[in-house]
């Protein structure tokens, strides 16, 4: 792919997540999104052919930028419950940090239609990546063991990633707006972590 093809399409997916963040799957339109990347309506469907194949792209992006995550995770064969804090450690910087809105977008869209949630599954259990399947044969692994119920990968990667992602992004748009103090919202994250890091191990229990 050219270097120009590369730019264009760079810039449709920036604005696609914009879109998608702030509308949601099925509230965003494919012309709003030509028009925020400044492009013409076709060069889209010449990139993605559809929003559903779009959409499928910004979230294999974002589960690529999440890959040194799963990595500082299984750098050590630690106790599973080691290993899932360390995910939620490293999902607070690698998600939250960079766009504090996409963990409660993920859930919104996993609660909004069956067809989302499918598709985002699709993006998980079929993803190559090297990590991700580490990560699955390790969460099989302790199934097996007894040591988790009886989980899904994509589910629990989504548990991992979106179960308090509606208050935790609420404090960081609180903390970014100036709504809260700073020191407050320091507070309550690290409050909601912990608290939200137990139920999820007792969720987890077999």
Known sequence: MKNNEQNTEQIILEAAEAEFL??????AKMLSIARRAGVAHSMLHYYFRSKENLFKSILQRKTQELLPMFDEALASNCPIREIIQKV????????????PRMPYF?????LAKPENREMLIEVFDKSPMV????FRERLNQEIAQGN???IGFADFIFLLITFDASSLSAILLAKESGRLP???C???METYREHNMQIILDALRP
């Open 131 to 134: 990590q991700l399947q580490r």
């Open 22 to 27: 702030e509308k949601g799957y099925s509230n």
């Open 186 to 188: 320091d507070k309550l």
């Open 182 to 184: 700073e020191e407050v």
């Open 88 to 99: 939620r450690e490293a999902r607070d910087r690698y998600v939250f940090a960079k766009s």
């Open 106 to 110: 993920l859930l919104t869209e996993i």
């Open 148 to 150: 988790l119920r009886e």
